[in-house]
């Protein structure tokens, strides 16, 4: 994203929507200009109406008569079609205003679910769902701010000025410089004098949703230190911060009303000055200072909201910003132009001189790595922290791309088919599950959304999470809170393996899948697993080396290399192998990390 943003930025963002709805923006621009010059002309009905009532004899009364309706009939059509047209272009404008705002936030949400995993590490969900969520409203001040406010001003401007100068050209250019002198002033206040605060006051606001998005998700580890005051105090700080930049940036925008409101009625006393001057010459009736009167307070109701509205806008380009830096954001991983869906029915997995580092990294986690995977074979990564069992997993799901080098799936490269077709050919049961705040039922036919409900409970049968759920008063349509914290650790593993269960898809990878059940329960579904495993190419990121007996090779990965690979009981027979030391330290009571 480029260090310097701006209204042409933001405008540009903008206009790539409207374009989408050209004829509700032209409707509701041409009525709302149509309304717009209803109101320029106003004034001169209105003194023409005076000059017909004003210094004229009881007996020459019925002559002006007709002059002085026509003038009332002239006011009253145009105050009318003032209303009507301003009516008629607010119906164009709803509409415009909820397509717009309804497609920039789903471009939002679609690019924000399609970033990369580094992006997705790095970016606090709180900060991002407050982006968006502020971003679209955002969006709602700006085009309201050029719809409701600039456009109509420009117009008033540009017609009450050439209204005056047609009649006094003194006048006309008189607030034709003071217009233009206070809408330079209004823009370099609200620019140069309460942008900056706005901008620093905004990333305040981000920081505090991103700190309260923190605590409220990390709530069970609140609970379990005490740590409730401990997060009071850090919380309150990032609050009092904000208070702060807040209270310098409100302050500004009252500053910069107070100056406005200052050169405003410094217009108001030379326009009736001049008015006046005008009279006294006899150069002026007392219909045209009625005019010019009538004429200020048009101008003057628009020129008093000018302020407002540059304020609005910079505000509002401010909070822009963070959804052109989506828009402009590289998704990192994407699908090719020509890519097919992953036709895998076997599951047979090869790396084929892949070369990899992440982003932040110097030295690549692979370099040339090579490995041939069986359609159907049990394999177990083992080896220390760091070693690369987990990034081996995040390339075969194309997290990331690989540097060089390809992986393929039953001899396709997985960089040349859409992502959606790769994934939902492998069935992932993760350490620590992740599930939705919705039913059971959904989480569970996550893997497969079309499936039936007969369907969904045979999977939960297979996983030993029927009976639980049966448990449950809802059952299945049962909502598991944010993260499926209602639920016990084992009883999200359950749900996980039932999706993996009813996903059927040819490759499966275990995160030590059985890690936060009891020891019964392990017992009760490591035959499920087994079933599970059956016919599948099967990965096991193994942590507790004691659940890698029934795989058909274990590979012990080291510094992104694989220095030994065989049976668990070929490599404890070898002396002094790599294997073998890590199985002996776990025998110790040494817990082996996961990477």
């Known amino acids: 994203m480029k260090d310097k943003f701006g ?4 405008a540009a963002f903008v206009g790539r929507y409207w374009l989408q709805v050209r004829w509700l923006l032209g409707g509701a621009f041409f009525t709302m200009a149509l309304a717009t010059l209803c109101d320029v002309f106003l004034p001169l009905f209105a003194g023409r109406l005076i000059d017909a009532l004003a210094d004229v004899a009881l007996s020459e009364r019925g002559a002006q008569i007709g002059a002085a309706y026509a003038a009332l009939a002239a006011f009253i059509g145009i105050s009318l079609g003032f209303y009507v047209f301003r009516e008629v272009s607010y119906r164009f404008w709803i509409p415009l205003a909820t397509i717009t705002m309804r497609r920039i936030v789903c471009d939002a949400f679609y690019r924000v679910q399609r970033f990369s995993a580094d992006w997705q590490a790095n970016a606090f969900a709180g900060a991002t769902v407050r982006k968006i969520s502020r971003g679209m409203w955002a969006y709602d001040e700006f085009a309201d701010t050029i719809y409701i406010g600039f456009l109509p001003a420009a117009i008033v401007l540009v017609g009450v000025t050439a209204n005056l100068m047609v009649h006094w050209l003194l006048m006309g250019v008189f607030v034709l410089v003071a217009s233009i002198t206070y809408v330079a002033v209004s823009i370099a206040l609200a620019s140069r004098y309460v942008a900056p605060a706005n901008v620093v006051m905004n990333k305040s606001d981000s920081a505090m949703g991103a700190a309260m998005a923190d605590a409220v998700t990390c709530n069970a580890a609140v609970k379990s230190f005490g740590a409730e005051v401990r997060e009071d105090s850090r919380f309150f700080d990032v609050a009092d911060r904000w208070r702060r930049l807040a209270r310098r940036a409100w302050s500004r925008e009252i500053n910069s009303g107070t100056v406005l409101s200052a050169m405003s009625l410094l217009l108001q006393a030379g326009l009736l000055v001049l008015a006046l001057w005008y009279w006294s010459k006899g150069l002026a009736t007392a219909g045209d200072v009625t005019f010019v009167m009538t004429s200020y307070f048009v101008v003057h109701g628009y020129l008093r909201e000018i302020g407002h509205h540059v304020r609005n806008m910079q505000k509002a380009i401010n909070e822009i910003e963070d959804l052109v830096g989506f828009e402009k954001q590289d998704i990192g991983v994407a699908d090719r132009a020509d890519a097919k869906p992953l ?87 993760p350490q620590d599950p992740a599930l939705f705040h919705r039913s059971l039922a959904e989480n569970i036919a996550y893997a497969r959304p079309e499936a039936s409900q007969a369907e969904i409970e045979a999977a939960a049968r297979r996983a030993h999470a029927h009976d639980f759920i049966a448990r ?34 040819p ?8 890690s936060s059940l009891d020891s019964i329960t392990e017992t009760q579904i490591q035959e499920a697993i087994e079933e599970l495993m059956e016919g599948r190419t099967t990965i096991v990121i193994a942590h507790r080396l004691s659940t890698v007996r029934s795989v058909d ?13 065989g049976s668990q009981a070929e490599l404890l027979a070898r002396q002094d192998g790599h294997f073998k030391k890590l199985h002996a330290m776990q025998v110790q009571g040494l817990v082996l990390d996961g990477s």
Not at 7 to 10: H, K
Not at 481 to 504: P, Y
């Open 7 to 10: 209204f042409r930025d933001a």
């Open 343 to 429: 036709a895998a029915d076997q599951g047979a997995i090869a790396f084929d001189g892949v070369t990899f580092r992440y982003g932040n990294q110097q030295q690549p986690i692979y370099a040339d790595f090579s490995l041939q995977i069986a359609a159907g074979e049990r394999v177990a990564l083992v080896g220390p922290s760091g070693s690369g069992k987990s990034t081996f997993v995040k390339l075969v799901q194309r997290l990331y791309d690989v540097d060089a080098g390809r992986i393929l799936i039953d001899g396709q490269n997985v960089a040349e088919a859409t992502q959606e077709s790769l994934r939902r050919a492998i069935a992932l049961v």
């Open 507 to 514: 490759i499966l990878i275990l995160d030590e899948a059985t």
């Open 553 to 565: 090779r274990i590979l012990v990965f080291r510094d992104g290399a694989i220095v030994e690979q």
């Open 472 to 505: 449950l008063p809802q059952g299945y349509e049962t909502l598991v809170g944010e993260r499926g914290v209602k639920l016990s650790g084992g009883e999200r593993q359950r749900v996980a393996l039932a999706r993996a269960f009813l996903a059927d898809a």
